[in-house]
């Protein structure tokens, strides 16, 4: 069975970065896409990027260039880097197995206060 | 970035009644490869999205057969024939066809 597990401090302060762990039991994730998204308070959804099967990337360009997306294979993780956070970045961040949209980790709360 | 308006944004509804959720797109979904990349998402409380229908109208696996999608071009629909408890939590359709992918703002079912 496939899967996900996201993990990093729940509480942020303004302008510095926010750092998550997606760790990835059942599949490996040299195959397939790998994603970040997440869900503002309120119903706001927001697909943030993914890191493909090669470890090339996407990012969504509203998150210029304060995304990184990399991996770890020897341990099967993938991360997700945001840096320069403000209280904006206050939400639930997700992994998924991006395109098929079928596994979904449980959600982290990260709330980006001084 | 491609806009997804769902209607309505709450639902009220009793057990066994049918429902539809719409979800309209500001620019055709159909891709040049052919496939149409328009998804449906439920998230109940307390849980982390679950895939119902992707490609428009195809159903997950173990997803009950109550849940049908339809649509094409700019309009799309997901239907819940027979509400059942189960049910309740946000609906968001999702759209890879153009980059970035974009969710519609929510559906939420409630009980009436």
């Known amino acids: 069975e496939v899967q996900l597990q996201e993990s990093g401090p729940g509480l942020v302060k303004p302008s510095q970065s926010l750092s998550l762990t997606c760790s990835v039991t059942?599949?490996?994730?040299?195959?397939?896409?790998w994603g970040w998204i997440r869900k503002f308070p309120g119903n706001k959804m927001e697909w943030m990027g993914y890191?493909?099967?090669?470890?090339?990337?996407s990012y969504n360009p509203s998150l210029k260039s304060r995304i990184s997306i990399t991996r770890d294979t020897s341990k099967n993780q993938f991360f997700l880097q945001l840096n320069s956070v403000t209280t904006e970045d206050t939400a639930t961040y997700y992994c998924?197995?991006?395109?098929?949209?079928?596994?979904w980790g449980q959600g982290v709360m990260v709330t980006v206060s001084s | 970035d491609v806009v997804l308006t769902q209607t309505p944004p709450t639902l009220s509804a009793t057990i066994g009644q049918s429902v539809s959720i719409s979800c309209r797109s500001s620019?055709?979904?159909?891709?040049?490869?052919?496939?149409?990349?328009l998804h449906w998402l439920l998230q109940r409380p307390g849980q982390s999205p679950q895939l119902l229908i992707y490609?428009?109208?195809r159903l997950e696996s173990g997803v009950p057969n109550r849940f049908s999608g339809s649509g094409s071009g700019t309009d799309f629909t997901l239907k819940i024939s027979g509400v059942e408890a189960e049910d309740l939590g946000v609906y968001y359709c999702?759209?890879?066809?153009?980059?970035?992918?974009?969710f519609g703002g929510g559906t939420k079912l409630e009980l009436k």
């Open positions: 059942g599949y490996s994730i040299t195959s397939n896409y």
């Open positions: 999702v759209q890879g066809t153009h980059a970035p992918w974009t």
């Open positions: 890191i493909s099967y090669s470890g090339s990337t």
């Open positions: 998924a197995r991006w395109g098929e949209l079928d596994y």
């Open positions: 620019q055709s979904l159909l891709h040049s490869n052919g496939n149409t990349y």
């Open positions: 490609l428009v109208s």
